[in-house]
C-alpha cells in the first residue's frame, strides 16, 4: 500500500502516511510526489485549479510549515442541498452545515477523517490536503430557509470540519452562511479551533444581542509545541484564548471545549485549560475522550509512533481499557461515555475544575422566535 513520508518528514501535516481505506473497494492509486513541493492549488470560482506561492498570507496563523510541506488542493462542490440533518440520539443538534469537505488544520484525531474514504480518498493526508469548498451553500441555504414547512432549530456549524480553516479567508462561504442566518433571525452554533473567528465579530455580536449565536472554542493544549503535532494548521492555542477573550468583549457567549483528551498526552492539561479559558471569559466548558473510528485509529497508532514512541503502548491501553477493550465504541450513548478507573478519574477532574471556575451548568440559550423566512420582510410593507 502506498504511504507518504513519516510525519517526521513531512512538516505542517497531521498524518504520518497516506494509506488509502479499502472498506469502499476503491481503486488504490499511487502517491504523487507532486504534493511534495511548497505550492498550495486553489480553485478559482470556475472550478479551476489555481497554484499559489506557500508565502501567500491567506494563512498568516501559521509559522511551522516546513518547505516540504504537501501543498492544498481546493475543488468546487456543487451540493443539491445546504443542511445536513441528524438523527444521532446522544448529540444536542438536529441540523448542521458543513461549508468545505476535509479540514487543512490537519487534527490527527478528527473524526470525520473517515468520510474521505466515501470519496475515494485517503483519509490521511488526503483528508488534509485535498479539499472541497461549496460556495453555493449560502444561497441554497437562502432557498432552504424559504421553504413553507421550515421549522427553526440552532444550526451548528464546525460539527464536522472546521468552519474556519484557512481557506475560509479565501472563499468567505462561513461568512456568507453568517449573513443569511443574521438576516433571517435564525440561531447558530460555531465550533471551530481558529482564532479566525474573530474576523466575523461583527455579524455574531449583532446575532448575539439578540440571542442568535454563540461559539465554542477547542482548546486542546496550552503548548505550542505539542499542538504543533496534534493539530499543525490550527491557530496556536495562545490565540485561541485571546480569541475567546475577544469574542466575550464584543458580547459574545463562548464556551470551550477541552476535547479530545488524550490519556498521557494531554491529559494532565486539563485544569489548565479550563482556568484560561474561565479567566479570558468563556461562560461554559465540555470535555469528551478522544475518539478513534474507522480509519481513524490506525492513523492515531501511526501518528504515536512517530512523535510518542516512548509512550505510545501506554496511551493506547489507558484508551483500550476506556473502550472495553477495543480502539472505539461506535453505539450511541457509549460512545461519548468510556469506562474504567482512568476515565472516571478524567471526568472528576473536568467536573471540579469546571465547577471551581464557575463553567458548569451553564448552556446554550438561543432564541428560536426571532426567524422570519427570507423575503417575509418584504411582506411588511
Not at 73 to 86: D, G, H, L, M, W
Not at 115 to 144: C, M, N, V, W
Not at 155 to 174: H, S, V
Not at 175 to 181: D, Y
Request: charged share 25%.
Amino acid at each position: 500500500m502506498p504511504v507518504f513520508p513519516p510525519a517526521s518528514l513531512v512538516h505542517g501535516r497531521g498524518a504520518p502516511a497516506n494509506n488509502l481505506s479499502q472498506r469502499f473497494d476503491r481503486i488504490v492509486r499511487e502517491a504523487d510526489g507532486d504534493w511534495l513541493d511548497a505550492e498550495r492549488t486553489f480553485a478559482d470560482r470556475t472550478g479551476t485549479l489555481v497554484r499559489e506561492d506557500a508565502a501567500d498570507p491567506y494563512d498568516p496563523e501559521r509559522a511551522n510549515i516546513g518547505p516540504a510541506a504537501p501543498r492544498t488542493e481546493v475543488s468546487i462542490e456543487k451540493p443539491k442541498t445546504a443542511i445536513t440533518r441528524n438523527q444521532s440520539p446522544d448529540v444536542p443538534f438536529d441540523r448542521s452545515i458543513n461549508a468545505y469537505r476535509g479540514c487543512e488544520h490537519g487534527c490527527v484525531y478528527c473524526f470525520a477523517r473517515p468520510t474521505h474514504a466515501y470519496l475515494g480518498l485517503s483519509p490521511g493526508q488526503d483528508f488534509e490536503t485535498r479539499l472541497t469548498a461549496k460556495p453555493d451553500i449560502p444561497a441554497l441555504l437562502r432557498r432552504e430557509l424559504s421553504k413553507p414547512n421550515y421549522q427553526c432549530r440552532p444550526i451548528a456549524l464546525g460539527t464536522n470540519t472546521d468552519p474556519y480553516q484557512p481557506i475560509e479567508a479565501r472563499y468567505r462561504i462561513t461568512r456568507g452562511i453568517l449573513k443569511v442566518l443574521e438576516n433571517t433571525g435564525h440561531p447558530v452554533t460555531i465550533t471551530t479551533k481558529s482564532a479566525r473567528v474573530c474576523e466575523d465579530i461583527d455579524i455574531l455580536a449583532r446575532m448575539a444581542k439578540r440571542r442568535l449565536a454563540a461559539v465554542m472554542l477547542s482548546v486542546t493544549t496550552l503548548d505550542p509545541r505539542l499542538a504543533g503535532k496534534m493539530e499543525p494548521r490550527a491557530s496556536y492555542p495562545a490565540r485561541r484564548i485571546a480569541a475567546i477573550r475577544d469574542l466575550t468583549a464584543a458580547g459574545i457567549p463562548v464556551h470551550v471545549s477541552v476535547s479530545p483528551v488524550i490519556p498521557a498526552i494531554n491529559d494532565h492539561e486539563i485544569e489548565a485549560i479550563v482556568e484560561a479559558a474561565a479567566t479570558a471569559g468563556a461562560v461554559g466548558a465540555f470535555s469528551i475522550v478522544v475518539r478513534l473510528p474507522h480509519e481513524v485509529s490506525p492513523i492515531f497508532r501511526e501518528w504515536l509512533a512517530a512523535h510518542f514512541p516512548n509512550r505510545a503502548s501506554r496511551v493506547m491501553s489507558h484508551l483500550t481499557e476506556m473502550r472495553g477493550g477495543k480502539d472505539n465504541e461506535a453505539d450511541f450513548f457509549k460512545r461519548f461515555q468510556p469506562k474504567g478507573a482512568y476515565a472516571a478519574m478524567l471526568r472528576d477532574r473536568f467536573r471540579k475544575a469546571a465547577a471551581r471556575w464557575g463553567l458548569d451548568g451553564n448552556r446554550l440559550d438561543l432564541s428560536t422566535d426571532l426567524f422570519a423566512p427570507p423575503g417575509q420582510q418584504l411582506k411588511l410593507f
